[in-house]
């Protein structure tokens, strides 16, 4: 698609937004087949459909920006840029995840210790707001306090309809190196290194148990012996503890989490060959799963299932941001309390002192973080109150001076979510862009009782 398709796009838009009207609260909304989103949230009956906002618009070889729909998938994305030879700097794991979706919630990836997370690589954008205006949003333009108030707003702040995002050059395959460890702090000191001194283009770790865990770091390589192929048979995260060095077509390498969803395929039974042969390939990825997982959340069976076994389930779906100081009081408050194995762990650089303050998501400058997810279901025959297992992450996290993504269950009351965002620029953004609250409320939209 050109400039002018999309340009198009935006004048029917226009023409639509004119002609119903002043927007009322609960009327803007989008039309998704899929959503990433693992919260209670109200169905909302979109009165402006953006789900056309949803290609790739045009690659400047010169600046190697790309701009692209909102509603654009990660997917279309990296397979229009790899054709070109380059890819987003910040990849998120799902196929199905937005581009606007990432700016607008917390995006991450392996080259996250390089690149940091999708709103630091983002150039500028374009933003539907609350209040039926179209602006362009970049740094010190007029709109500046929205670009950089708009990363975490989950929508509530507007919708971006165009994003130009920073990109980078890429070879065909990509060599990975696994390397065990029998404990967090000598492999967060490994990480360490790598923040310092980067010697490879990606780098992650995940944690089997607090004493069996697993660094990879990778880079791209122009040719490979015999790469491997995880989207069928073999399962990615297996080969993790099975071999030392491995070889991938940069694409599979972009989505070897999404076959298996991570590893939450196995509560499905498709860790089984059986069950993988059962589906095929096409239906081995994170869209299959979410299918599977939501019109299991509507019926209830696995919840009828645990009552009937005595037992009481919580789902813990999170990912948190620890200092990588502080990295192995974490680990070790996981494996004493949750008890949810494997664990993601990602490094994030430290954010620069002359960098953009983002105020729904401040991280302070010079600090590297690193990322848990973690994502499962905590069972016990004893009775705790709602939301206890995440009441106790949300606690542990702001002891350790972290943060906590807010695209699963958040328990917070409202004085502390707000201890941990900066409220005032919100209510002003609010002011500026959504006067009559026609997007709702950031707390009340992520907080199951707000």
Sequence with gaps: ??????????ERLRAALAASGPLRSGTLGLRKSTSNLFRDRTAARPRIDLHGFDEVVALDAGSGIVEAEGMTTYERLADALLASGRMPQVVPQLRSITLGGALAGVGIEASSFRHGLVHETIADFDVLTGDGRIVHCAPGNEHDTLFRGFPNSYGTLGYALAVRARTMPVKPFVALEHRRFDGLAACADAIAVQLRVPSADFVEAVAFAPHDIVLTSACFADDARAPSDYGYEHIYWRSLRERAHDELAVRDYLWRWDTDWFWCSRNLGADRPWVRRLLGRKRLNSRTYQRVMRWNA????????QRLRGLRSESVIQDVQIPLARASEFLDFLAREIGIWPVWLCPIRPAPADGPHWPLFAL??????????????????EEHSPGHFNRLVEAEVAALSGRKS????SWYTSDEFWALHDHAAYRELKRAYDPAGVLGDLYAKVTRHG
């Design 298 to 305: 509507r019926w209830g069976l696995t919840r009828a299932w």
């Design 1 to 10: 698609m050109d400039r002018a398709a999309h340009e198009r796009k935006v």
């Design 364 to 381: 302070p400058a010079g600090v590297p973080y690193l990322n848990f997810g973690f994502w499962d279901v905590v069972r016990t025959r």
């Design 406 to 409: 807010l695209y699963s269950d």
